[in-house]
């Protein structure tokens, strides 16, 4: 009885074939790492975003009677302070903030702003300020308003 060796020898892939499905399962790893990258950076940039608009309404939180904010906002520890705020837009990796009150330092203060670079990068700045405003801007301005104790974006 004759067997057919050669038969049993072409039963598999070539090293070519295997090569070819490596190199197309490599390029669609690369492809998906490249968009999950620019998920997590757009992620970052919602997540610092949130925390900035979220500092209108902590700023709130400290307002006296007489309708100033607390002493040292940008600062301070106190209620109504944005400390934490801005630690959180800190850590979602914003950078170039500005935080800037209409009063002196150890004052209260009668409107506020703040503005940071996001971490898309380029000139994608957020800013939220005292009157309600929240957007992104083009670049980092924080100017003085009607008088010289007012701030905004």
């Known amino acids: 009885m004759k067997m057919n060796l050669s038969k049993n020898l072409k039963s598999g892939f070539t090293l070519i074939e295997l090569l ?12 998906v790492l ?3 990258n620019t998920a997590r950076n757009k992620g970052k940039d919602a997540s610092a975003q ?17 309708g100033q904010y607390v002493a040292d906002l940008c600062t301070a520890s106190t209620t109504g302070s944005l400390t934490t705020l801005i630690t959180a837009v800190t850590n979602a990796g914003a950078t170039s903030s500005t935080c800037a009150m209409s009063g002196a330092a150890a004052a209260t203060s009668a409107s506020w702003a703040y503005a940071a670079l996001l971490p898309t990068g380029g000139t994608n700045y957020f800013c939220v300020d005292s009157t309600g405003f929240a957007g992104a801007k083009t670049s980092l301005t924080i100017t003085g308003g009607v008088s010289s104790t007012d701030f905004g974006c």
């Open 50 to 66: 949130s925390s900035m608009s979220s500092m209108r309404a902590q700023a709130e939180l400290g307002v006296n009677a007489s």
């Open 20 to 31: 070819v499905v490596v190199a197309i399962i490599g390029i669609l790893a690369y492809v």
């Open 34 to 36: 490249a968009s999950l």
